[in-house]
């Protein structure tokens, strides 16, 4: 628990240093969001500020519960990769803003989660060639199109909004697992906002090489 207590710690003085407003988190209990996932995600709780443009930055530090975990063991016979209750931490940055938040998002896990640099890989599309050039110059080991063209692109759920994204990943003794998201969200194929998003259960479990998040 103190582990995780110093990781949501940690993101709140980068977000803050980085010019971020806190927005209103919802409780646990509230009417779940069938368009995702999980319900309270960060961006399940900040949706409503893109009912307008974002004009600055937000960030979040929410409570959350994955969903659909007896999903995937009816389905598989086995755990799902995530855990099922966590915090969820994430930013919402103005359209413009995509290399601006891979440099955060590699700042937060090196300084901020403890992850060395050298661990840390960005995937990226060759279709998407701003989210490959925001990627190298962020940092870390850059891989381009090293899985199926389907994990590049984000659905929320919601008629018009879609996303392409850079999957960031840790280096481990199972392989090089994800851990976070850089979104460029767009309605209509418009760009509207940069989301980033993590799991806190994931950040601690990758950076000390455990087995699962549940531990």
Sequence with gaps: IGAGVAV???????????GYGEAQRSGLSRH??????FTNSTISAM???????????????????RLRNLDAWRRTS???????????LGTLAPPGEVQRCHEEAIHFLVEGVGVGSERIVLRASSEHPEMVTAARTAGGTVEVDGYDQARYRHVYGVAGL??????????????????????????????????????????????????????
């Design 32 to 37: 779940h969001d069938t368009s995702i996932r």
């Design 8 to 18: 949501i710690d940690a993101f709140r003085r980068c977000a803050v240093g980085d």
């Design 162 to 215: 879609t996303g392409r994204n850079t999957n960031i990943a840790i280096r481990t003794s199972r392989g090089v697992i994800d851990v976070a998201n850089v979104i460029v969200m767009e309605r209509d194929g418009r760009a509207i906002a940069v989301e980033v998003a993590y799991g806190v259960n994931m950040l601690v479990a990758l950076r000390d090489d455990l087995d699962h998040p549940v531990l």
């Design 47 to 65: 949706k409503p500020l893109l009912d307008r443009p974002l004009e600055e930055g937000r960030f979040l530090v929410q409570p959350a519960v």
């Design 78 to 88: 086995s755990m799902s990769g995530y855990g099922c209750s966590f915090v969820a």
